[in-house]
């Protein structure tokens, strides 16, 4: 049981992102966990974060049996690559942290031509066989890949990470000219996390507070303003944000148009979404 006994590393003194030493302390979960937020570039995280040697116990025996998809949830994945190729041309794609595989079977399906990327190998050789598409594992920031990508995904991801950072810049690395990043994450300043957190500060909700920085697995925690900052600093121009989509393939045209157009604008719900493109000639200081 070693790595319950050392969970956690060691207290940050900056943030990770901005290289800021401008961080506090802002909450603290029903599990004791602290979270912070960084004053410069408005990001929040666990601190200290989990080890490494928790994570990757965490992490193994993650997938399941076979793979298999539910319908509603391709449904999903399919419009979001709808929504990337309103900026890009189908060509090579990857999906990091591709996961059960809804990404890479949707993108198939469409004309891309998918790669996928995730921890767990034995799994990763499972689904490659099914899909017929190449799932490498290993450190993503090491890995070479035999071609540049016209599109990169990280749908529900990069809260996950110990250094988003790090990922941001590998992404641009492999991403061809004008390729577009699109990602997809919880938003805590949703209008539900804003209206629990206003209690919690006010000492009026007691019981599971801040369950939805879901500290659980998440280790960075978003708003759209955050995430654009990451961005904009590291060589991307944000293209469009989004609500996260929750349609399922049986709704009216109707209530499918108002999500569409009127209510994933708002940027009220749980999660939301991004599309931004490389821009040329950009060097990270
Ligand atoms: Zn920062």
Redesign the pocket.
Known sequence: MEYLQNKFGKKLDK?I????EK?YHYHTDFNGIDIFR?K????QFMNPQYSDVYLSEYYSGYSVDEPQWEEPLLYCHDYYLSLIEKYVNKGNLLDVGSGKGYMLAAAKKRGWEAAGYDVDEKWNEKLSRKLDVEIKSGNFLELEWKTEFNAVVMHHVIEHLKNPLLYIRKIYELLKKDGVLFLALPNINSRSAVFKRTLEKMGIRKKNTGAYYDTGHHMFYFTPGSLRILLEHNGYEVLTTKSGHAARPNQTALKRSFMRNISDRLLWKSTFLMICRKKELFTAI
């Open positions: 943030c992102l901005c290289s800021s961080i960084c410069n570039c408005g990001v």
